[in-house]
Structure formats: structure tokens, C-alpha cells
């Protein structure tokens, strides 16, 4: 019998016995709080009781399972030798997980300016996009290539996906997209499973998000944390991955940057404020650029070959100047409530000059570009999408709330609780009054559809080595 083997017996011997032991005394200390997961019949019905959460509550199972882990880690000491320690420290270093920056979230729950309620621009553009989805999909899901035909169970990802509802939106168009590519081949759709992985930051409301998954959907739910700049699956596991308004989001805000933006600067900008500063621009180029290959890269190893991948991608048109686009002064009318509030002295200038919001708005020309040098996929299909109607006359105030649920969070992080509602009031007031920004000739977003097919036959070159993508974290 192995070390490990030999540990997990004995670690499981030890619990059995201590968990008997601690129990009825935590139980007995505060009967409201549910230590143990256990299942109960209760009028002929089987209820699930979980582990108090969090980690901030006194009876947290975070905290009251201090004994049980105490426990655990004394039979570790007893049967570990110098050997089993080092083969595990090799094995973490090696799986461990390295984050490129902070983990970004949009607002979570159903408070006021969730993003739940506050998504509907992105929903519009699912929406518009299903048409094209069910054709591509129909074009070019290849039922009998091997990699899908050895099994009944298809693997789809959804990169970035919130809270919902958007999501579950797009899941259910490519499930019934599939479904529908199998009745024409004369297959039994039946006879498929669909497994769903629902990814976001480790800091997004997975308990919001599997709160309102559809009650009666066709397939099974995982939702899998971590950022989608690394790798998050095993080789050749997925056969379908989509992302929507999610793949402009940076991994970090570029380190560069500050070093053009120190803080006390006469000439400090931040990413809000200087939307017209081409050096600032570059380096946000240059740090999307990186980002975009690893990101395809990372999905190339997971995708099986002939896998598919839908980008819903908000971006600007080719030629555009960021600062002259609707977007562009959305950004610099934020980045001015936060240098009023300097002025006004409820907000140090060093903390305005440092804020950065980690976004870029690429191009199609740029992302068309950004593909082919990556050589894993084939690009099937890249257009430019019908603007929503709920895109054609904007309500300031809604967009300002759309704004809100957005970047919030990234903002009480970097400024704290204390300015969040006297600066989103000053912003969707100074909204109001710049109400020339929805103009049509300012309106120089668009809206892309990109449709990929991971290459089959592996894509190698000195400019371009196939390289491990670590796992994402946060």
C-alpha cells in the first residue's frame, strides 16, 4: 500500500472519531448553526443542510472546524515521511495556480445596481446574435469527427459569465443550436448530454449565479472559478466555448502605465481622463494583445481539435479614435467627476491619478489580425452585428446604473464605500448634461461576432511554439 493511500485511510479512521467527539459539543453551543452536511427525509423528501458559510461569522464552519482540522493535520505528522512531503510541495508547485491581476467582478445579488438587473444592452446582443449562432453552428459542427462521436456528453464553456441571466441565454441558444444540427443529420439528439461550465473570477456571486440557473434546463451545471488569461480545463475536454462581453476585460492594468501615471504628477492621467493620451493607449494595446494570446492559447489546449468557439466582442470600428466614440467620453466624463471630487478635497489626487479601469476597445481589423497570428484556429466567420434596439436611444440614466454595475466594485476597491454614491450621482447628473455623447455620429461602437474552429492538425513555428498556459486564478 502506498503513502497516500495509507494517509487517507487513517485521516478518514481519525475524522470518523473525532467528528463524533466535537459534534454534539458545537452543536449544543449554538444549535442554530449547521456544522456537518447531512441529508434528512423529511415527509418523504430528502433536504440538503449545508455548512455555515463566510468567514467572518463565529460559528462559520470556517472557523468551528478548527478541531477537525487539527486532527487532520496530526495524522498527516504521524505517517508523512521527508519523501511524501517533498513529492507533494513538487506536485503543488507544479498545479499551482498564478493570477496576472486583481479579479474583477460586476455587481452582485439583486441589490439596485446589480448586474443582473442591469445587463440588458449585453442580453439585446445575445439576442441579435442567435440567428448567426444556430447558422455557424449548423455550418460547422462536425458530429462525426471523432473527438465529438466518442462520446454522448458535449463539453461547453462559458467564459466570463456573471451572475445571469445573459449567460443561461446563451447556453440555452447553443444547446438548442446543437440540438438542432443533430435532427438534421438524422441523430437521436437524445441520446446527447450536455455539460455546462459556468467561469468567472474566484470574487464573482456563484451562489447568486446557481440561485437563478433555469429550473428545468437540459443539461448539468458546474460553475469552475478562475480567470480565463490561464488555463482552466484539461486538454482537449471542451467541444464548445463562448464568451460575450467579457474578452475586453484585461488580466491587470498594465504596470507600464504607472510609470507614466506616478502619482503626484502635473502631468498624472488615468485611464478615465486621458482617453486622448496615445501613450496611454499603447501600452492598454499592448497589455490586450498579450492578454488575447494567452487567452487563445490557453483555449486552443482545451478545445478539442475542431472545437468551436463564439466571441461576442465590444469593440470599436476600424479607424475609430477611442476619445471621439461615445465610449471614449463616457470614460473621460467619469474620470472628471473623480478629479471634481479631488478638487473638492473628498478625494486625494494620488488615488485619482492610479485609478485605471482594465479595459480596451479593440477593432476588427486588430482582433482579426490578433487570430491568425495565434495559428491555432481557423476563422469561420467575423461580422459586425445589427446594433440592438435597445441600443438606438439610450436613457442616460440607465446607461449610468449599466456603467455602475459594471465597474463598482473596482472602484470601492480602489477608493473605498465612502464616494461611491455621491460619485455615480455626480456622474449620471453630468451625463444628463452631456446628453450630445449619444449622438449618432459619436456612436462608433460595434458589436462583433467572431466564430472560431480550433485547428486539428497542431500549429507549430519558432514565432509561435505551443507553450503551457499556467491555470488562472482570481
Not at 106 to 130: E, L
Not at 137 to 150: A, E, H, Q, T, V
Not at 407 to 428: A, M, N, P, Q, S
Request: with cysteine; hydrophobic share 35%; charged share 25%.
Amino acid at each position: 500500500m502506498g503513502a497516500s493511500e495509507q494517509t487517507k485511510m487513517l485521516l478518514e479512521k481519525r475524522m470518523e472519531n473525532e467528528i463524533t467527539k466535537v459534534l454534539p459539543e458545537k452543536e449544543e453551543a449554538n444549535e442554530e448553526t449547521m456544522i456537518v452536511l447531512k441529508k434528512e427525509l423529511a415527509n418523504g423528501e430528502t433536504k440538503l443542510h449545508c455548512m455555515s458559510s463566510g468567514d467572518h461569522g463565529s460559528h462559520s464552519y470556517a472557523r468551528c472546524s478548527c478541531t477537525q482540522k487539527d486532527s487532520m493535520d496530526a495524522a498527516r505528522k504521524e505517517i508523512e515521511n521527508e519523501d511524501t512531503k517533498t513529492l507533494r510541495e513538487k506536485e503543488m508547485k507544479k498545479h499551482k495556480e498564478v493570477s496576472n491581476g486583481k479579479s474583477y467582478h460586476m455587481n452582485s445579488g439583486d441589490g439596485p445596481y446589480s448586474y443582473a438587473k442591469y445587463s440588458r444592452y449585453q442580453k439585446a446582443t445575445v439576442d441579435t446574435a442567435k440567428k448567426l449562432l444556430v447558422e455557424v453552428i449548423s455550418d460547422n459542427l462536425d458530429i462525426n469527427n471523432p473527438s465529438f462521436g466518442s462520446s454522448n456528453t458535449l463539453r461547453i464553456a462559458d467564459m466570463g459569465c456573471s451572475i445571469g441571466p445573459n449567460t443561461f441565454i446563451a447556453v440555452q441558444n447553443i444547446v438548442e443550436a446543437v440540438t438542432l444540427k443533430y435532427q438534421s443529420m438524422q441523430q437521436n439528439p437524445q441520446d446527447l448530454e450536455f455539460h455546462v461550465f459556468f467561469n468567472d473570477h474566484v470574487a464573482n456571486d456563484f451562489n447568486a449565479l446557481f440561485r437563478s440557473l433555469p429550473p428545468s434546463r437540459p443539461y448539468f451545471a458546474v460553475g469552475v472559478p478562475g480567470s480565463f488569461h490561464g488555463r482552466l480545463f484539461p486538454k482537449s475536454s471542451l467541444h464548445i466555448v463562448h464568451s460575450s462581453y467579457a474578452p475586453h476585460w484585461l488580466s491587470k492594468v498594465p504596470k507600464e502605465v504607472m510609470g507614466i501615471n506616478f502619482p503626484g504628477s502635473k502631468n498624472a492621467k488615468n485611464y478615465c481622463t486621458s482617453s486622448t493620451d496615445e501613450e496611454v493607449l499603447e501600452v492598454f494595446s499592448s497589455q490586450y494583445k498579450k492578454d488575447v494570446q494567452t487567452f487563445l492559447t490557453a483555449r486552443a489546449q482545451e478545445l478539442v481539435g475542431g472545437g468551436l468557439m463564439v466571441l461576442l466582442l465590444t469593440g470599436i470600428q476600424n479607424g475609430a479614435i477611442f476619445s471621439e466614440t461615445c465610449t471614449g467620453m463616457v470614460f473621460k466624463l467619469f474620470g472628471s467627476c473623480l478629479l471634481d471630487m479631488a478638487n473638492a478635497g473628498l478625494v486625494s489626487k494620488e488615488k485619482v491619478y492610479s485609478f485605471h479601469l482594465p479595459l480596451y476597445y479593440t477593432t476588427p481589423k486588430e482582433m482579426k489580425a490578433l487570430i491568425e497570428k495565434n495559428g491555432y484556429f481557423n476563422i469561420e466567420r467575423i461580422e459586425i452585428l445589427a446594433r440592438p434596439v435597445e441600443h438606438e436611444s439610450p436613457d442616460y440614466r440607465i446607461c449610468s446604473f449599466h456603467f455602475r454595475a459594471a465597474i463598482e466594485g473596482l472602484v470601492e476597491e480602489h477608493f473605498g464605500k465612502d464616494i461611491i454614491e455621491e460619485l455615480f450621482e455626480r456622474y449620471t447628473n453630468k451625463l444628463g448634461r452631456n446628453s450630445f455623447i449619444f449622438d449618432e455620429e459619436y456612436r462608433k461602437e460595434v458589436n462583433l461576432f467572431i466564430f472560431l474552429r480550433r485547428k486539428i492538425i497542431e500549429y507549430f513555428s519558432e514565432e509561435n511554439p505551443e507553450a503551457e498556459i499556467e491555470h488562472g486564478e482570481g
